[in-house]
């Protein structure tokens, strides 16, 4: 007799039990490990989208100026298949870098409050489906380290700003550096506020960083998002893995 180690291919655990089978007879598994996210799964899947390496790279692709049918094309997937993975990421990103705030230590911050607590806050823009339907990306850096803080989607308007404003209060921040845009001028004190672009080069390198690295952002392409949904999951997802450093 022939003993096959199973192992996990998610946590790589070896607490694996049989789980019945599928309609089409094959084994399926479950694995025990409590720390585990997925827990069932199948040695041979027959639907290459269903591979965890196929759910990964799917992923990878679309945050490296890859678009759904190029992803589907390179991988011999459904383009059903991609959007639907992608999709699954909405309930676990962010608004908000919250590592980065549990990392603020309160006596440190009021030590060094003027490094600490400088912003930089600016919009870029994007559109969903035709230029008629501009879609922007409100966020805010660090003006020393360059680490985003928390970003919202939206229009060029009021809502924007004050949204952005409500997501950087547990920052403390003490200083806004951004354009002469009447959404800022309206909404921050202007004791804080400091209105020149001389200090927004930073978050303005960082806005062309999304759009070399992402297909929907450029600006001279035909490649776009043809749905709002879509298109702040594949920047959010962006900025959850590289800006705020969460595996996702």
């Not at 009021?110 to 501009?134: Q, T």
């Amino acid at each position: 007799m022939t003993f096959i180690a199973v192992r996990c291919p998610h946590c790589q655990s070896d607490q694996i039990v049989k789980r019945g089978k599928t309609t089409r007879g094959t084994q399926r598994y479950l694995c025990q490990n409590t720390l585990c996210t997925k827990g069932s799964f199948l040695l041979d899947y027959g639907n290459r989208g269903c591979l965890p390496e196929v759910k990964h790279t799917i992923n990878d692709m679309s945050l490296n100026a890859s678009g759904v049918r190029d992803t589907a094309r390179s991988l011999h997937i459904c383009p059903n298949t991609v959007l639907r993975e992608l999709k699954k990421k909405a309930t676990v990103l962010e608004s908000v870098n919250t590592a980065l705030l549990r990392t603020l230590n309160p006596a440190e911050v009021a030590w060094d409050m003027e490094r600490a607590g400088e912003a930089e806050v600016d919009e870029m823009w994007s559109f969903v489906g035709n230029k008629g339907n501009p879609r922007w990306l409100w966020h805010a850096i660090d003006h020393h380290t360059g680490k985003v803080f928390a970003y919202v989607f939206g229009r060029r308007k009021d809502e924007g700003s004050v949204q952005l404003k409500t997501l950087l209060e547990p920052f403390g921040l003490t200083r806004y550096s951004t354009d002469h845009w009447g959404a800022y001028t309206r909404h921050l004190d202007p004791d804080v506020h400091n209105p020149s672009t001389r200090n927004t080069q930073q978050i303005e390198r960082k806005h062309l960083t999304l759009r070399t690295r992402m297909k929907r952002l450029v600006r001279k392409t035909i490649c776009l998002s043809k749905t709002i949904q879509m298109h702040d999951i594949v920047i959010g997802l962006f900025v959850n893995r590289y800006a705020f450093g969460r595996a996702v």
